[in-house]
């Protein structure tokens, strides 16, 4: 029972490849969250979906990223054409959607590392 | 942009002593958190602060948020080895308060 859960913990792939990185909300959340979090560095907002549609994805810095929650639970954050600088922690939160003041339960987050 | 600034960024002391950490902007939030991190893991809320002026003690962890909604403090009693982390502070967008946006973090090492 959990909590959000996120895979691979790890993924390696090289430069131009494309990625797909996955993620578990707690069950009954609505709401789920990607953040980026670059080394010495805050997570850095991504995209926000309320049930399965993308409610806000402001934070995506640009077209070869692309996420996706089709049933309203798992999502899937997808990567095109790999950069060396998309490496990162990749982080998934997921909250109740009840009240302005919203906790988000984060996951332990995939550390993509592009060569 | 509503940017989170952040310090000190490194923090090491002894245990027993007393610590703050602040967390400043030029912006106004609607509600203000502070997460705690451990290595490999995800950010875990410690409270949300969400009127100016506020205070909450959760411990020995005492956080403040500022009368115009722009700053907030954070201040650790007798700081002890478990306190170690990654203290970070985020601010709710007021346009969307399910952006949050992150400071850089205070890395805090306590020595025993």
């Known amino acids: 029972g959990a909590g959000v859960s996120q895979t691979p913990s790890n993924k390696v792939t090289e430069k131009g490849k494309y990625v797909e990185l996955r993620c578990d909300p707690i069950?009954?959340?609505?709401?789920l969250y990607w953040y980026r979090q670059s080394l010495g560095q805050g997570p850095e907002f991504l995209i926000y979906?309320?049930?399965?549609?993308?409610?806000?994805d402001s934070g995506l810095p640009n077209d070869r990223f692309f996420a996706v929650r089709p049933e309203g639970s798992v999502s899937t954050l997808k990567i095109q054409r790999t950069e060396r600088g998309d490496s990162a922690v990749y982080l998934c939160a997921s909250s109740l959607d009840f009240g302005p003041y919203n906790e988000q339960f984060f996951g332990p987050g995939t550390r993509l590392t592009v060569l | 942009t509503q940017l989170l600034e952040q310090s000190p960024q490194f923090l090491s002391i002894q245990e027993g002593e007393n610590l703050t950490v602040y967390c400043n902007s030029s912006s106004v939030f609607s509600s203000l958190q502070w997460y705690r991190q451990e290595p490999g893991e995800g950010p875990v809320l410690l409270v949300t602060v969400v009127t100016g002026g506020e205070v909450k003690k959760l411990k020995r962890l005492t956080f403040q948020f500022g009368d115009a909604r722009k700053d907030s403090s954070l201040h650790i009693t007798a700081a002890q080895p478990g306190d170690t982390g990654l203290y970070l502070c985020?601010?709710?967008?007021?346009?969307?308060?399910?952006?949050?946006?992150f400071g850089s973090g205070t890395q805090l090492t306590v020595l025993p």
């Open positions: 069950s009954g959340h609505t709401a």
């Open positions: 985020a601010g709710a967008n007021r346009r969307s308060a399910r952006q949050l946006t």
């Open positions: 979906f309320q049930g399965t549609g993308a409610a806000d």
